[in-house]
């Protein structure tokens, strides 16, 4: 599979547009996936995607051969969304936050409550919203690394060579994120007094 | 029994751990380190529900397609520069005839007689201004065409397609490059940087057929907001031009 990348590469370096299409194709799904777990938002994501494949064609010469032609898309789809983020948090500074101004208390009886007929839809577009609102706490290291060990199953190793870190550091910063995500969360996964 | 740290308790949920198998039969014997363990299980297998966006079948097609343009932009640009080279030979053509103009009507015989006093300086200057004008002018021309189209593309209802002017934008194309080599050749880095900003959305548009999408317009209407374009054009193009010259003054 990946021979076939390596090809598609050294002939796209050669000018050969259709190889870099078939990249994009192969590819695509993947890096919008990791687009909008590092985002949270659709259009960006969809951006990230352009950016990223647009980036790996301007440095395509500096792909090194012996690499993984996806690992090297990750890290750079990884750097469009954390530049994204960062000119977020510049831009949207003065934003409305998540919330809709009922405290945290109040939400969680909503979430655990125990109506006999919930509208499961209305709970699930909650719990998806707290979720996003933990997502959002996470600084962009921990963010990233979440992402690749968490929903692509990027190896601790590449994950490091991805930010940069070591890997007891990759390691830690996984942790970091899950610490910060159970604080989050933990209220929302605690087993329902009324069905024990 | 020594306790295993939360750290573990996540290295060993991903199987991250130096020691699976005592971490694991650790969990058999300890009720705390398990509930522990469940908890965090469970709020990472609620952080990996959330779903994802679900994209439509031909999505890395339409990827590709708005990919091609930009990466034929960038082939299409050796192309472009020649043509800018030439471009930039008739601008320098143009304003060093502004330039003989002014010098011819505006110095007095004396600094014709003698070249190397002040009045060579304040030509130069005179003539600056003069070219500025005419630069401002043009580009004037150009930026308020630009401006209604923006206009257009940011006040378009984004759950609805949109009809392209396509070739209203392969025309603002060719000038905005045209413009925007002369402004960098000349030095203007304030009107080369906006065109510079300008030129995606109009090779895009020029090249997305005859409708954009709700999606492909709500990408484009995002772009021109997050890099303010419809104001920083707008802000240019109600920029007066220069005052002309004190010809009292040379």
């Known amino acids: 599979m990946e021979v076939t990348d390596l090809a598609a590469v050294s002939r796209a370096r050669s000018g050969d547009s259709d190889a870099f299409r078939l990249l994009v194709e192969k590819h695509s799904r993947v890096i919008f996936r990791v687009a909008y777990r590092m985002t949270g938002n659709e259009h960006d994501a969809d951006d990230v995607v352009q950016e990223t494949f647009l980036r790996a064609y301007k440095q395509l010469d500096s792909f090194e051969e012996r690499a993984n032609f996806s690992t090297w898309l990750h890290r750079i789809a990884v750097n469009c969304s954390l530049d994204l983020l960062r000119a977020r948090s510049r831009h949207d500074k003065n934003s409305l936050p998540l919330t809709d101004g009922r405290d945290d208390e109040e939400r969680e009886v909503e979430i655990v409550s125990s109506d006999p007929q919930p509208d499961r839809l209305l709970l699930s577009a909650e719990l998806q919203k707290h979720v996003a609102a933990a997502m959002e706490k996470l600084s962009g290291n921990e963010r990233t690394a979440f992402v690749l060990r968490h929903f692509e199953g990027m190896p601790v190793e590449e994950i490091g060579k991805t930010l940069g870190i070591q890997v007891n550091a990759a390691k830690h910063t996984i942790f970091r994120a899950v610490r910060k995500l159970r604080e989050a969360l933990e209220p929302l996964v605690r087993p329902n007094p009324c069905n024990t | ?250």
């Not at chain 2, 009720?31 to 908890?39: F, G, I, L, V």
């Not at chain 2, 397609?65 to 640009?77: I, M, N």
């Not at chain 2, 007689?113 to 130069?124: C, D, L």
């Not at chain 2, 009107?191 to 057929?209: F, M, Q, R, Y």
Request: aromatic share 6%; with cysteine; hydrophobic share 40%.
């Open chain 2, 1 to 250: 029994m020594q306790h295993l740290t939360e750290e573990q308790l996540v290295a060993h949920y991903y199987h991250d751990d130096d020691a699976p198998a005592a971490a694991a039969s650790h969990l058999l014997e300890c009720p705390d380190c398990r509930a522990q363990y469940e908890t965090i299980r469970r709020v990472l297998t609620l952080v990996g529900d959330a779903p994802v966006p679900e994209r439509g079948d031909h999505y890395a097609e339409e990827v590709w397609t708005r990919l091609r343009w930009k990466l034929g932009a960038r082939r299409r640009r050796m192309q472009w520069t020649s043509f800018a080279a030439a471009a930039a030979v008739l601008a320098i053509a143009f304003f060093a005839g502004v330039w003989w103009h002014s010098r011819g009507s505006r110095t007095a015989p004396s600094n014709i007689a003698n070249n190397k006093g002040p009045g060579v300086v304040q030509s130069v200057a005179a003539t600056s201004q003069a070219s500025d004008r005419v630069l401002l002018v043009v580009v004037g021309d150009h930026l308020e065409s630009s401006e209604r189209m923006l206009a257009e593309l940011a006040n378009a209802n984004p759950k609805q397609t949109f009809d392209v002017p396509s070739d209203r934008a392969a025309d603002l194309v060719a000038s905005n490059r045209m413009y925007r080599q002369t402004a960098a050749t000349r030095g203007d880095r304030r009107i080369a940087s906006l065109l510079s900003d300008l030129e995606p959305i109009l090779v895009e548009l020029s090249h997305a057929g005859k409708t954009l999408s709700p999606d492909e317009l709500g990408a484009i209407q995002k772009r021109i907001e997050s890099k303010q374009l419809l104001m920083k054009v707008r802000v240019m193009t109600a920029q007066p031009a220069p005052p002309p010259s004190n010809s009292n003054s040379l």
